[in-house]
């Protein structure tokens, strides 16, 4: 559903609750500013292709904004890019490529995935590389203020300097382990931080006043908030793996350089394979360009986006076969109730109050989805019930709602899906159907044992049977 049809509210008629990291709880939703709501998404390291692990985060906050959107705000969605770090110059090193060409090829992966996903493109998306004088002028401003100092061509953050530090992630500052690259010498404390690192031979730099050098990766997400939200901003989103370092480092950043900075803080669990988060590192990765030849698109959105963006995912087939047959009986239904009414049935301008509290409520698509789940089982009872009017009222809820997750079968993004199929479906309806004549005879003789023998097989087939007053019908059911 496009997002102009969603605001169905005004801001300020309801209170959608989140959970603030930094205040670890659930807080109401006060925007800064009235009506508008501000993102920053720490996006892609484009030092390889991506794999679900990396796209459930753009998926949860593809939600939150479609959410948002639907309550009246005017969303600002900052999602960045970080193409210039240690692992995309070693990649570069590897095979023996431009760092630029590593990133721009996999930004272009990445973009694919979200796109291929369902995910609404970002209102900026900027480049790292293509804000080092405000990153430059940051500096400039953290060393002015005792915050920040120059050693050997690097520029580290001093920690002791500023009051609150790792307050996001509650550590203890004497028990604190900095990470650290080769080549952060002449630190004052070894837990300060880099924010720019000296220029090494063969590697990428620019000028600043303190020599060529490179940026930090905490020190590029500082600077690009700063220049697209301003001095404070509403909501700050990421991956549970980024409280520490990275977002501790940018909230020091930020406010030893005077912002406020965000105002809440949202982080998205992992997807995990045998309990470890998924990784390139641990050899456990599965790449979205490779899963969408094997599963649609929109069944990966709907295993990845429904379960609560705080609960990990413990990836398995099972668990995407199973995502893939709940989908299918949201579609049956959508298919049945479009071909009786004869027309398409628009999404209804508000969603179920049930749903609508679901959502509100710290974005609880799981408690949303089952929603979602009753009201077709309801508009199966009334399709079988011959109920017209009652079928389509609940098909024009379940569109209302879909269209919130991203979900819809009918949106533009997955009714061209569905078309690509077209073709095969009437080939296959044409054998099924023969199939089916069968057992109907088989029926009439009151031959029950074969007649259950021809579903049974075609159960194992992948398809499941349903009798209905109008005559059987055929759907996928579970691989």
Known sequence: MPLALLGAYYPGHVTIRLYDTSARQIRDFAPLVPGCVSIYLCGATVQAAPHIGHIRSGLNFDIMRRWLAYRGYDVTFVRNVTDIDDKIIRKAAEQGRPWWSIGYENERAFNDAYAALGCLPPTYEPRATG?????????????????????????????????GYLSLSNQDLDELRQPSEDGETGKRD????????????????????????????????????????????????????????????????????????????????????????????????????????????????????????RSTIEYSEE??????????????????????????????????????????????????????????????????????????????????????????????????????GEDLRHVVDSLVRLVLDQREAARARKEWATADAIRDQLGRSGLAIEDSPQGPRWSLGPR
């Open 131 to 163: 804000h080092i004088t405000e990153m430059v002028e940051m500096m400039r401003g953290l060393i002015e203020r005792g915050h920040a100092y120059e050693a050997g061509g690097n520029v580290y953050f001093d920690v002791r300097s500023l009051p």
């Open 319 to 420: 668990s995407l076969r199973e995502a893939e047959s709940a989908y299918a009986r949201i579609e049956g239904f959508v298919q049945r109730v479009t071909e009786l009414a004869g027309h398409t049935v628009e999404p209804a301008d508000e969603v179920p109050p049930a749903f609508a509290e679901a959502m509100d409520d710290d974005l609880g698509v799981p408690q949303a989805l089952a929603i979602v789940h009753t009201t077709v089982r309801q508009g199966n009872s009334a399709l079988a019930a011959d109920d017209k009017d009652a079928a389509v009222a609940r098909l024009a809820e379940v569109r209302a709602m879909l269209g919130v997750l991203g979900l819809d079968p009918l949106a533009p993004q997955w009714a061209g899906e569905r078309e690509q």
């Open 190 to 309: 070894p837990r300060d931080f880099a924010m720019w690192k000296a220029a090494k031979p063969g590697e990428p730099s620019w000028e600043t006043p303190w020599g060529r050098g490179r940026p930090g990766w905490h020190l590029e997400c500082s600077a690009m908030a700063h220049k697209y939200l301003g001095e404070e901003f509403d909501i700050h989103g990421g991956g549970i793996d980024l409280i520490f370092p990275h977002h501790e480092n940018e909230i020091a950043q930020a406010r030893g350089f005077g912002d406020a900075f965000a105002r809440y803080w949202v982080h998205n669990a992992w997807v995990t394979m045998s309990g470890e988060k998924m990784s390139k590192s641990l050899g456990n990765s599965v790449l979205v360009s490779e899963m969408v030849k094997q599963w649609r698109p929109v069944v990966l959105r709907y295993y990845l986006g429904t379960p609560h963006y």
